[in-house]
């Protein structure tokens, strides 16, 4: 009997840990979503003369796919007058990220000149007339006002820094340099990196520096270095090379490499070794002094 109810009780205490455990675990991920995957709607300069609101909007539109062409400004005014106003406007539909400048004409500026209208609340909404999906955004007129009057980027500006809509497009493709120690045939195994950390070369590269080793010229061993810092460009393709050199340094994602937390940065040899293999040249780093 007493058998029985331990192990009910030690069955009921797993149970509980688990439901304990799986809601901090959807806590956590509603907090991640909140903070890093929640639209976002940024007040931008206008560039034009007239009733223009200029903005820049961030979707995950891979989550949430719609073809965005409309915004609205509505005001809820119970201390002032007009006591409620709206405006709205359509554009052409954009499929992403996007920055726009509208206009939004004589009803903005009224909307806008609100008697009272510091102590409203500003509702902007963005949406999409064709799938149905809105986003809506509230705030206080005051600071409705501020971030119209405090706008420092433009529409192009916040394309260009965010890279988003057409600056994505005009980037330029990736040029690979030619790299004579890439893709040497080991019997077996096919294409491999000829470098000394490949065992299938290490014969070959004994007591051979690491700056001669792309030509195959002899010379004296180079003597090992620290660095201070290794870090990785935009541009990386995900060959792979950096983490077979010396993986304790790189870790290779879906779409970039990074350099791993607490990485060993004694081996500058490897770390040199590394960055030559790179086909596009992205792995810099700083020598100790």
């Known amino acids: 009997m007493s058998t029985s109810l331990i192990a009910m009780g030690v069955a009921l205490f797993l149970v509980i840990n688990l439901v304990v455990g799986l809601a901090a675990l959807s806590l956590l991920l509603g907090t ?5 995957g929640k639209p976002k709607l ?9 009733p223009y609101l200029a903005f820049g909007f961030k979707w ?7 073809t965005v062409d409309y915004v609205s400004l509505r005001l809820f005014n119970p201390f002032g007058n007009p006591k409620q106003a709206e405006v709205s406007k359509t554009f052409e539909a954009k499929s992403s990220s996007f920055a726009e400048e509208v206009d939004m004409g004589p009803g903005f500026i009224e909307l806008l000149g609100a008697e009272k209208f510091d102590l409203a609340t500003v509702q902007v909404v963005v949406k999409s007339s064709k799938n ?3 986003w809506q955004f509230d705030m206080k007129g005051s600071k409705f006002k501020k971030l119209i009057s405090n706008a420092n980027l433009t529409t192009s500006q916040f394309l260009e820094g965010h890279k988003v809509g057409v600056a994505q497009e005009s980037k330029p493709p990736i040029d690979i340099p030619i790299r004579s120690f890439i893709a040497d045939t080991v019997p077996g195994k096919g294409a491999q990196i000829a470098i000394p950390t490949n065992p299938a070369f290490a014969a070959q590269f004994a007591g051979v520096a690491p700056a001669a080793q792309a030509s195959g010229a002899g010379a004296p061993a180079a003597e090992n270095f620290k660095v201070t810092k290794v870090w990785i460009e935009p541009g990386c393709i995900v060959c792979n090379a950096c983490e077979d050199i010396y993986k304790d340094v790189f870790e290779v994602k879906a779409d970039t490499c990074i350099i791993r937390p607490n990485a ?5 040899l490897r770390i040199r070794e590394a960055a030559e293999a790179c086909p596009v040249e992205v792995i810099k780093f700083t020598i100790a002094s």
């Open 132 to 134: 149905g999906v809105s």
């Open 42 to 50: 940024t007040i931008l300069r206008s560039t034009k003369n007239g």
């Open 60 to 66: 995950n539109s891979a989550k949430e796919p719609a």
């Open 32 to 36: 991640f979503e909140t903070l890093f």
């Open 264 to 268: 060993p940065l004694d081996d500058g």
